[in-house]
């Protein structure tokens, strides 16, 4: 009977599969028909107009029919616009499109929706040191949906580029050291953003960048050369764009720099060979803005040669370049380019176009109704302001936080009543005007319970230019024209009956993201002079760290009693750390990045190779691989941050300590909440395999687990790893994995692990 019953069950799986599977086909026939169908009435001129994506800055403030974008659509010579912020803009110019061109083709509007879109999230370095990946999948959920109330259909995110250089600007738009951290994090937004049905009017196409290799720029300058082996692109660089890919994103931009080199912007081997042909991406692949003209730049040739270069290696869409537009006619006849590949990079985005939905209803992203109802909503705001709190990372506390009610609170600092750098570098759509700040959350979370006094302390920066180059775009912050002393003064004296003083400093907004390298990131000297004076009164200090990047911090760790990362914490910024300053939120945030205590350490990784000769004994050892004057530890490493409440870890009890095949390994830990309060805590998994026939890092995340946990309360926590986990390439290339010892640590950070030993063989 049971037998039978499960013979039914099976049969009946198996005809939904096939009905799901069959009705997948025939949409998918329906769709090739109908896009072929379009491509054979196009001319080879409206085919190259697919290919061509302005930006938007030439019409945005005045009518579309008459801006010079306005004659290329009538000429069906732009496949899609990006970055307008407007829906009555976005209709405008779509109507003007399907009305005015031949085939009535709708446009893609794309936007660099990064960290949220009204609703600004903290920078995607902050969103990362959540650990949480259904924060990150919602965030990307809201931005989707806020971007598409107001006509975008298309976001240039998520950026996954591995970087380990802070001095690199761009850090603050990736998500720190860590491929299998990045690769969940792909997954999650990836997702987001997309949903489970592009056509829905709330999904929009993801686009995962730079690939590849970008965050490996030499010397942490922008737009620099990379050169690594491919034995460490496939093991630590790729993977999180390969999540990406796995996951169904929908399209993928290529990097300004190059690789073995060709820049990615006309390199074969990685967009046909790797993306297309080893990971079967499907979708469409724009370059980045002007980076195929850039080519010629880089020493690849003449604005044809390169433009032909680009089209050659698979990149389907020219950002801002129009070179596709204006010279792949004559490379096509001149047998340098194939009316078969033009074809084929015009069919990937009438595919995208179709798959939104755009050729049933042009129209469907641009809903005024939903732009004035669903954008900026106090919902979203609310979801921004937990979701921003869940990013601070708390480095150090000296029983000063959280600041108890009915305290007299010294607000100081130049970042402590700074609206507009509250979202941080790339928020495109965010209006800075409504961020709420420090001043502002720190004031209506006290009310009438306690005081908050306020002083500016410091400009941001002694020197003007350098407060000019970091407060960009609507990033400004004022400058009070008083000397350093004077400010100093002020904010002792604004300070001097306060109980605790919180030191709001850091980076302005443009300190970091796109072409912002540092060589030096220390706190600015202004704000270092003044909190040295602040800590000298005496009175508990904490200092309310705004940054896009790991910044050294040797003096404040030493000096300061409590220090709290709150990055770019998004519009809601204020309120969210006046949430966590207060205990109403206990910080959970862990690092993505490891802190150097000097940028002479960098590239300074927890996942490094081992060397023949690796520091055994203490710092300094003649004849080891270290420094004379700096140990090789960073000052806070990868995966670390504090709470409110503590955590104690049981030892690590496995289910099999020989392992053999296929088998898999369930690995516990009990966490127990020792503290007085409940608190969140990221239990993190690393391998280490010990021997290979190549080198392998000395610890990897394999795993890892955010768990809530009542004051008192312990948890068993559970890992699974399976042979599949352990693969990674070897020398060929070939990937799998390799039988022997392990180590298995499980721990708070990667520093402070528990580690026991097991062996797996084939
Ligand atoms: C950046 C990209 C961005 C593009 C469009 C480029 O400069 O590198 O990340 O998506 O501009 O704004």
Redesign the pocket.
């Known amino acids: 009977m049971k037998k039978n019953l499960l013979i039914i069950a099976s049969v009946l799986i198996t005809t939904v599969a096939i009905a799901q599977s069959s009705s997948q086909t025939s949409k998918d026939v329906k769709m090739h028909q109908f896009v072929n169908g379009l491509l054979a009435k196009m001319t080879l001129e409206e085919k190259l107009g697919q290919l061509n994506l302005p930006?938007s800055s030439d019409f945005v403030t005045g009518s579309v029919s008459s801006s010079d974008i306005a004659e290329k659509v009538k000429a069906g010579k732009v496949g899609g616009v990006?970055?307008i912020r407007s829906v009555t803009k976005i209709k405008e110019l779509q109507q003007f499109a399907v009305n005015n061109t031949r085939l009535h083709i709708p446009l893609l509007f794309g936007m660099?929706v990064i960290h949220g879109y009204r609703t600004i999230f903290p920078i995607p370095l902050g969103m990362s040191a959540t650990w949480d990946m259904q924060l990150v999948e919602r965030s990307a959920r809201i931005a989707a949906s806020e971007a598409s109330a107001d006509g975008i259909q298309w976001t240039?995110s998520p950026?996954v580029d591995l970087t380990r250089d802070p001095r690199w600007g761009r850090v603050s738009e990736g998500n720190g050291e860590d491929a299998f951290l990045s690769s969940a994090i792909a997954k999650a937004m990836v997702h987001g953003y997309q949903g489970d049905d592009l056509a829905a009017p709330n999904t929009i196409l993801s686009c995962v960048?730079?690939y590849a290799l970008y965050g490996a720029a030499e010397g942490g300058r922008d737009y620099n050369t990379t050169d690594m082996s491919r034995v460490r692109m496939y093991n630590e660089y790729f993977p999180p764009y390969k999540a990406a890919v796995d996951a169904g994103v929908a399209s993928v931009?290529v990097s300004?720099n190059e690789i073995d080199g060709v820049p990615a912007s006309g390199n074969k081997w990685l967009v046909d060979d790797v993306l297309r042909k080893q990971w079967k991406f499907g979708g469409f692949v724009v370059s980045?803005?002007t980076g195929i003209p850039e080519m010629t730049n880089h020493g690849m040739g003449d604005f044809q040669t390169v433009n032909a270069l680009s089209l050659n290696a698979g990149v389907d869409m020219d950002?801002v370049g129009e070179g596709f537009l204006t010279t792949l006619k004559k490379s096509m006849q001149e047998g340098k380019v194939t009316l078969a590949q033009i074809n084929k990079a015009c069919e990937r985005i009438l595919i995208s176009k179709y798959e939104l939905g755009l050729f049933d209803d042009p129209y469907r992203y641009c809903n005024e109704q939903r732009s004035a109802t669903e954008v900026f909503t106090a919902t979203n705001r609310a979801e921004a302001r937990n979701i921003a709190a869940q990013s601070f990372v708390l480095l150090k506390n000296n029983n000063v936080l959280p600041i108890a009610a009915g305290k007299k609170i010294a607000l100081v600092g130049p970042l402590a009543n700074a609206k507009e750098n509250m979202t941080g570098t790339w928020s495109v759509g965010a209006d800075n005007t409504m961020s709420i700040t420090l001043l502002k959350g720190l004031s209506d979370a006290i009310g009438t319970n306690g005081k908050v006094v306020y002083a500016l302390g410091a400009n941001l920066e002694d020197d003007v230019e350098m407060q000019k180059r970091q407060t960009m775009f609507g990033k400004d912050i004022a400058r009070d024209g008083r000397t350093a002393a004077q400010l100093i003064q002020e904010a002792i004296s604004v300070s001097a009956d306060a109980d605790v003083i919180v030191a709001a400093l850091g980076e302005g907004a443009e300190s970091s993201g796109?072409s912002a390298s540092k060589s030096n990131i220390d706190m600015p000297e202004a704000q270092k002079r003044l909190l040295k004076a602040l800590v000298a009164t005496g009175k508990p200090v904490v200092l309310v760290l705004f940054n896009g990047r790991p910044i050294t911090l040797n003096w404040e760790n030493e000096n300061v009693p409590a220090i709290l990362d709150v990055w770019f914490a998004g519009s809601e910024a204020g309120d969210a750390i006046a949430d966590a300053l207060l205990g109403k939120v206990n910080p959970s945030g862990k690092l993505s990045m490891s802190f150097p205590q000097n940028v002479g350490q960098i590239p300074l990784y927890y996942n490094h190779k081992n060397t023949g000769r690796p520091l055994t004994g203490k710092w300094f050892s003649k004849f080891q691989s270290n420094y004379i004057d700096v140990s090789n530890e960073p000052l806070y490493p990868f995966g670390y941050g504090l709470s409110y409440t503590k955590f104690e870890y049981g030892d690590i009890q496995l289910s099999a300590k020989q392992l053999k095949g296929n088998q898999k390994l369930t690995v516990s830990v009990n966490v127990k909440n020792t503290g007085t309060v409940a608190g969140k805590e990221v239990v993190q998994l690393y391998i280490r395999d010990e021997v290979g026939t190549i080198t392998r890092p000395v610890q990897e995340l394999k795993g890892f687990n955010k768990v809530e946990l009542a004051a008192g309360e312990s948890k068993n926590i559970n890992f699974e790893i399976t042979p599949e986990l352990l693969k990674f390439y070897n020398s060929n290339l070939k990937y799998d994995w390799e039988a022997g010892d392990f180590q298995i640590m499980v721990g708070p950070n990667s520093r402070d692990v528990k580690t026991v030993k097991i062996n797996w063989s084939k």
């Open positions: 930006a990006f970055n660099d240039f950026m960048k730079h931009m300004f980045d803005y950002m796109e």
